[in-house]
């Protein structure tokens, strides 16, 4: 193998192969020229240069062949083996074949060398690829059974066990997160014929605004252990007081949005009582005919300016339809012009389907919505609570 290597060390390269060439076709043209010349000048020794000439000229014919001959071998063989190679590495996978073969030390080995050398160096870049993908790969996997975990802690916060025994067939909950999880939830506390109910729209989506919600949950229970249900206004005062108690001993950063849209509704079936407060999330009711708004106040809770919140008595009555819905569905995007829903539009589907059975407006709800946003994709979360009361 040393010898051989050493051979093809000291083996003329192509280009010393064509430079001899050329100058051996040279010589000999030059030589076929001069006695085609003499031949015309010097009549005496016409048969003398004729054969001279003749000789020559099968000299150079000769040559030729040798160097279609060296070219065939040297060139365009090698040329040809590599292209069927490198076809055969490029299309054929099942080759075990990784590198070009190697033959001699001419420039075309040298090329088919240095190509090996970036084929080497390719597999081991794609080797280090598809080791960091199947990483990523294990990684990913991990922070999607994570998210599905907190997506079933998540669920199990919310009463829907709860509200199904309260209002039965006359409620239904449009909960459509953006994720699997977040940041939208809605809440119930109830004790006879008493109850609060509502939604809040915590600031983020996805893991993010799953924890808020998770935290603004704790500090609702407590608010209203503390102040009663009968006062929504005071239920928003409380938790709005305790979560900046908290949050401040969090340090958060101002960076950071830490606050929380909600709406809140009382009832008292009893002494057929409604009572309503809202922090930026207001509550509407309809009977088909027209539609009513009792305006939340524009200050959500939790900001660094703090808000004042009150309570409004709203009619209670069996024809009507009563409906609290997060910003996520009024700011979506959709129609032909990709602008947001706004308001109008949510109260035209109120008219639409406030007289129809509550199971069949959270399909109506959730059809007008698909329609409206087409091929948008969902901005934020979505939550709409409705219910009727006997």
Not at 132 to 140: D, G, K, P
Not at 230 to 255: D, F, K, Y
Not at 275 to 292: K, P, Q, T
Not at 332 to 361: C, I, N, S, V
């Amino acid at each position: 193998m040393a010898r051989s290597r050493q051979r093809d060390r000291h083996a003329l390269t192509i280009q010393q192969i064509f430079q001899l060439l050329a100058c051996l076709n040279g010589v000999v043209l030059a030589s076929l020229l001069l006695s085609a010349w003499q031949l015309l000048h010097d009549q005496t020794s016409s048969v003398q240069h004729a054969a001279t000439t003749i000789f020559l000229a099968l000299l150079l014919v000769v040559g030729l062949v040798i160097s279609y001959r060296i070219v065939a071998l040297r060139v365009i063989r090698p040329l040809g083996r590599l292209v069927r190679q490198s076809d055969n590495l490029a299309f054929d996978h099942s080759l075990d074949r990784i590198l070009l073969d190697i033959e001699g030390n001419d420039e075309i080995a040298r090329l088919a060398h240095a190509f090996n050398g970036v084929l080497l160096r390719q597999r081991e870049a794609i080797q280090e690829l598809d080791a960091a993908n199947s990483r990523l790969r294990e990684v990913n996997q991990q922070i999607d059974d994570s998210i599905r975990y907190a997506a079933l802690l998540q669920k199990s916060i919310l009463p829907d066990r709860q509200l199904n025994e309260r209002f039965g067939e006359d409620y239904f909950v449009l909960w459509q997160p953006r994720d699997l999880v977040g940041g939208d939830y809605y809440v119930y506390h109830g004790e006879a014929s008493r109850c609060i109910a509502g939604v809040a729209d915590c600031a983020g989506h996805g893991v993010s605004g799953a924890m808020m919600t998770m935290l603004a949950r704790a500090g609702l229970d407590r608010s209203i252990q503390q102040v009663g249900m009968e006062s929504p206004a005071q239920v928003l005062q409380a938790i709005n007081a305790s979560m900046h108690g908290v949050l401040g001993e969090a340090q958060i950063t101002r960076a950071m949005a830490t606050s929380m849209d909600a709406g809140l509704v009382f009832l008292d079936l009893e002494r057929r009582i409604l009572r309503f407060a809202g922090a930026r999330i207001s509550l509407y009711w309809s009977d088909g005919r027209s539609v009513c708004m009792a305006r939340a106040d524009n200050r959500p809770l939790w900001d660094r300016r703090a808000g004042t919140y009150s309570d409004h008595s709203i009619p209670l009555a069996s024809e009507y339809t009563y409906y609290l819905a997060t910003d996520g569905i009024i700011d979506q995007a959709g129609g032909e012009d990709g602008f947001g829903l706004g308001t109008e539009r949510f109260e035209r589907w109120l008219l639409d389907h406030a007289a129809k059975p509550l199971d069949q407006q959270q399909q109506a709800f959730r059809d007008s919505l698909a329609a409206f946003m087409g091929g948008h994709p969902q901005r934020d979360d979505i939550t709409i609570f409705s219910f009727r009361v006997p």
